[in-house]
DNA sequence: CTGTTAGCGCATTCAT
DNA sequence: ATGAATGCGCTAACAG
């Protein structure tokens, strides 16, 4: 029966070992090279493991060795679609390389977010990947041994000990000022929100400034227009926010508007559109993350790429790399973002 | 040194054991509650166990008892933000019940799907959960044992042997066409795709065939436009189609069209909406999921509620059951679908 | 109610 | 180049 076959008890090393007449421990170093055995053996003794359909306990193995081959990943909202991307990314590049990956989802919230790390500690991972979330870390710090391999994937947090992987924000709006700039735009506004433990948006409102003055724009206090509160359905909120600061905008004869991330700028371009206003004919409109609504929906967005899935990839095989050398390493790295021109934005050079 | 605290030894129930001078097995028991202990000596060793802040080694338990406590998600593409609302409510539930996620994404390849799955049985996991992905699922099906515990979400497999999570969408597109129906329309059209092998987009169209007769409407097979070749992305694609599709639904003099799903139903609303065709006025347009986007996008989509977060809750629930009986369950179940009344269908019943 | 003993499957000494 | 013995941390089986 074909069928008892999958229900019969499984292949051990000792199964091997005994049909080959000899010792389980041959077996074990045949088959992870770990210390050297006659090539016929080796042979003989993986043409019989695939024959037998051996499958090495992964348990077992992670209780014997230190070596577990398992990865925790922690994001604060697996439903965002930035995140999404990422965690593909991870995910491809540890499925490749025989790597586990268990992840964890925390809704922003601390004690979840203490839980997991737990879980994952009790579980005895090999490394962790954090995927966005707030810049506070502390909680989370000391539940880690000195030198957990930990990664952070566009989580800035405050006195890091560990990889950080973003992009240069400050940088990336400076040259989205340029470019508008570039086009004619001379009254640039800006729309997102702020808040002093959150590391990223500091950063690109800082950028923004920083492109007014290398491009001599005037600043306004009044085209910026920032939110305190973290908004939670930014696309929503947004969408309402674009009727509230229209006249604003009309009164200080703004072109162009930068806002902090995609979903904003598309909740704007929304907003205007109820209103009759025509994008980018009377108001150009800027992101950040070209996500994959900012390619589906009319005008299409001109926005910063985030390289999301190469992030992804890219803290996956850094976080092999520091296990294998087991060690955690205090480092930012900066991956390349590019602007993204689309039909979002006029040229009013003229 | 708090520090250091950190980098000691970890704690095992052998410690707790020799500082309480009990053995270890019963420790073991206080701790799971399998076996009866006194209760002095439970809290006795459940304080101590805190002070000493003892954290239970997952891996050496899995090994001895055959609870491992883990469990498998397998899904065709963690970046479709359908699924990803299915999976986190699955990861909700586990979470909440000690369970750890582990996940794995396929890109609807059947070789990285049997090379995940072999991956799991490696690790040994409790139970599988399938989340998307096509009909055929033999070459799984020959990797679990027979009493594998396996529940499938949205995935319809012939043959089936196991618990499959799903609504009814014959049922549910019947009732659109009752919707529409209701609100006046009297010739209305299906935009999808189909493919022997799908049979969920089978049970759709099916659905709304059944509600065209139910309603006394005549079918024309003109104004089903329905692609052989699974899209790969729907809105793009469908966008495109709504201008090629325009002239038919003109001449045919349809007044509203259901699509399969809500990516479609939106890409033809874009696509609608550049041939300056205004929705719901001139056309009306339904979906089927109530995916974000759906309820983002002006107009607001009238489509079918899919509860997905529910899904993956249930999902977990109905797995975590099964596994707590050790065997696998031949069973369809049938979660509550209701249309979301929204602004992109218009009442002609004049 | 609790202790003793054994062993899950594997990789790692230490032998030879 | 290979075998025998040991133990990772825990729980199941069997005693008391």
Redesign the pocket.
């Known amino acids: 029966m074909d069928k008892n076959k999958r229900d019969s008890?499984?292949?051990?090393?000792?199964?091997?070992?005994k049909r080959?007449?000899?010792?389980?421990?041959?077996?074990?170093?045949?088959?992870?090279g770990?210390?050297?055995?006659?090539?016929?053996?080796?042979e003989k003794v993986k043409k019989l493991a695939v024959d037998l359909d051996?499958?090495?306990?992964?348990?077992?193995?992670?209780?014997?060795?230190?070596?577990r081959n398992i990865i925790g990943l922690i994001t604060s909202n697996i439903r965002n679609p930035f995140y999404a991307e990422v965690i593909s990314g991870v995910e491809d590049i540890l499925s490749k390389k025989d790597y586990i990956l268990v992840i964890n989802s925390t809704s922003f919230n601390k004690d979840t977010e203490v839980k997991g790390v737990k879980q994952f500690n009790n579980l005895l991972v090999d490394g962790f990947i954090f995927v966005g979330g707030l810049s506070d870390f502390t909680h989370i710090h000391q539940l880690l041994s000195m030198d957990t391999p930990v990664v952070l994937i566009n989580r800035r947090i405050t006195g890091s000990k560990y990889t950080e992987i973003t992009i240069d924000y400050k940088k990336a709006m400076t040259k989205m000022v340029d470019f508008l700039s570039d086009k004619g735009h001379k009254v640039i506004g800006y729309v997102g929100w702020k808040n002093d433990s959150a590391i990223i948006p500091i950063e690109k409102y800082s950028g923004y400034l920083e492109g007014l003055k290398k491009n001599n724009l005037t600043e306004n206090k009044n085209i910026i227009f920032s939110k305190d509160k973290i908004p939670i359905r930014e696309f929503r909120e947004y969408r309402e926010y674009a009727r509230e600061i229209y006249p604003v905008i009309l009164k200080e004869k703004v072109t162009a508007l930068i806002a902090q991330t995609d979903s904003i700028a598309l909740g704007l371009m929304d907003g205007f559109r109820e209103l009759k206003i025509k994008i980018p004919e009377e108001l150009s409109i800027t992101g950040c993350g070209n996500i994959s609504q900012s390619r589906s929906f009319y005008p299409l967005l001109t926005t910063i790429n985030i390289p999301k899935i190469r992030m992804g990839k890219f803290a996956a095989e850094v976080l092999i790399d520091l296990i294998s050398r087991g060690k955690s390493k205090k480092q930012t790295i900066y991956l390349k973002s590019t602007i993204i021109k689309r039909a979002s934005v006029a040229d009013i050079s003229y």
Do not use: H, Q
Not at 20 to 32: E, M, Y
Not at 58 to 64: G, K, P, S, T, Y
């Open positions: 008890k499984k292949i051990t090393i000792l199964d091997i070992a080959l007449g000899i010792s389980p421990a041959t077996v074990s170093n045949a088959l992870t770990e210390r050297y055995v006659k090539k016929e053996t080796i051996y499958r090495p306990n992964f348990i077992a193995r992670a209780l014997r060795s230190k070596k």
